[in-house]
């Protein structure tokens, strides 16, 4: 071999190691990016989940920190002398009598009596201040529930008025200005004696969980909001659960695969995306103005939801029924079981979890809805709680825009609180969703 070919031989071997060795060299460099665009992808995913996280967090934790203060009440304790003379003169314990007596007298005289220099009329008033409007009514009830306490004097537990309700949380403090809060001075320092004398305690707010709505934040409680939201939700439950199930069960096992099956499943889907305060506008033109249902009542407010739940429970019921294997179909059918049959015996009993869960979810979604509750007038002031689905109630959702819509400063801790209660059933909605799926879930 002569020397010219192997010198050309060597320049080609080097040639294809070069080339090689810049091949080499871009594969590098391209895993070098690709490892780095990953690890930034990867940064970017858990930064935002981070972020979210601290929004959670930050939520929670203001909305706790603003609404523990909710749960617990400050009353003073009074010795009220319950005299014959002021509530049943004649003696006849008769209903009205005992109802109609005035019980404002006798707390305002016990309270007064624990500060005999007060002889002012308008100190006086300022005094009395001390007390909620609703301790004459406590005392009232007792009474009534009893007539023999007539004529003893009895210790009562009573609540005392918001303002000093914040004082005692701290939420009004002495150091601000006295024209900047609606606590005086002298007020404060009856309320201070008042605590020296061991007279005010603070403890577990009851009311809050027993008592409806009311004009004085320490009166308010839930329990009319969440009968409200129980009735409305059998109502909704009643109605979107069989309906959605059944069509569900149509759409996918029984009807045609033509043009007009594709129209009713492109609409259900797009019923999914409308705004809910378009069903509350349906539900206020159809069920109230034209059929004449009883306006602010869970069993309107219920249809609404209703309505707006179906095609959540539509979608949910098809895909858990599309999940089920055809070849349980074709062996039922392969045994002689009708195309009935084959429904309620095999396929929808093993959709029956993915179906739960998906009308667990649309009930959990329409609990937390306040629009087309508004439009049917389920914004209105209750101060009973509702017996049954026809009586005027409101719901969770609207009993928290109603609160924090009020001036009183102390609704802001009831706002929150009713807040943490409602996620609380959020919470516990989804959870048994997830529950049910896990347990029942099968996989094929």
């Known amino acids: 071999m002569t020397d010219a070919v192997m010198t050309e031989m060597q320049s080609s071997n080097q040639t294809r190691r070069e080339r090689a060795a810049n091949a080499s060299e871009a594969v590098r460099r391209g895993l070098k990016k690709r490892y780095a665009a990953e690890a930034r992808f990867r940064a970017y995913g858990i930064?935002?989940?981070?972020i979210a996280l601290a929004c959670i967090v930050v939520l929670f934790t203001t909305i706790i920190s603003s609404g523990l203060p909710a749960f617990t009440e400050t009353t003073i304790t009074l010795n009220v002398e319950?005299?014959?003379?002021?509530?049943?003169?004649e003696g006849t314990r008769d209903a009205s009598t005992l109802i109609n007596a005035n019980y404002r007298k006798l707390v305002f005289d016990t309270l007064r009596a624990e500060f005999p220099d007060v002889t002012?009329?308008?100190?006086?008033?300022?005094?009395?201040?001390?007390l909620s409007s609703g301790a004459a009514y406590q005392v009232q009830q007792a009474v009534v529930e009893d007539p023999s306490l007539i004529g003893q004097t009895v210790t009562f537990e009573l609540p005392v008025s918001a303002d000093f309700d914040l004082y005692e949380k701290g939420v009004i403090n002495k150091k601000t200005a006295?024209?900047?809060?609606?606590?005086?001075d002298q007020q404060m320092a009856w309320f201070d004696t008042l605590e020296e004398r061991g007279l005010i305690e603070t403890g577990f707010n009851t009311t809050f969980f027993t008592h409806a709505d009311s004009r004085e934040p320490e009166l308010a409680g839930i329990l009319g909001a969440t009968m409200g939201s129980l009735f409305t939700m059998l109502v909704t439950l009643a109605l979107s659960f069989p309906i959605g199930v059944c069509a569900a069960v149509y759409l996918e096992e029984f009807a045609p695969k033509n043009r007009l099956t594709q129209i009713i499943e492109v609409n259900i889907n797009n019923l999914a995306a409308v705004p809910s305060i378009v069903f509350g506008l349906l539900g206020l033109a159809v069920f109230i103005n034209f059929f004449g249902l009883p306006r602010s009542a869970p069993l309107v407010g219920g249809m609404v939801l209703a309505l707006m739940t179906l095609p959540t429970i539509i979608i949910a019921s098809r895909a858990a029924l599309k999940a089920v294997p055809p070849s349980i179909r074709e062996a039922a059918l392969g045994l002689g079981a009708s195309r009935m049959q084959v429904v309620?015996?095999?396929?929808?009993?093993?959709?029956?979890?993915?179906?739960?869960?998906?009308?667990?979810?649309?009930?959990a979604q329409a609990l937390g809805e306040t629009a087309p509750l508004l439009m049917i007038g389920m914004v209105a002031f209750i101060v009973d709680i509702p017996g049954g689905i026809t009586d005027p109630a409101t719901v969770l959702p609207v009993q928290v825009y109603l609160w924090a819509d009020s001036p009183e400063r102390a609704f802001v801790a009831r706002t929150s609180a009713a807040i943490m209660i409602l996620l609380t059933f959020l919470i516990f909605m989804n959870a048994l969703a997830v529950v049910l799926r896990k347990k029942f879930e099968r996989r094929w």
């Open 47 to 50: 930064g935002a989940v981070g």
């Open 82 to 89: 319950l005299k014959q003379e002021d509530i049943d003169p």
């Open 120 to 130: 002012k009329r308008r100190d006086k008033r300022a005094l009395t201040a001390i």
């Open 178 to 184: 006295e024209a900047d809060r609606r606590v005086s």
């Open 344 to 363: 309620t015996h095999h396929v929808l009993p093993l959709a029956m979890p993915g179906i739960l869960t998906g009308t667990i979810i649309g009930m």
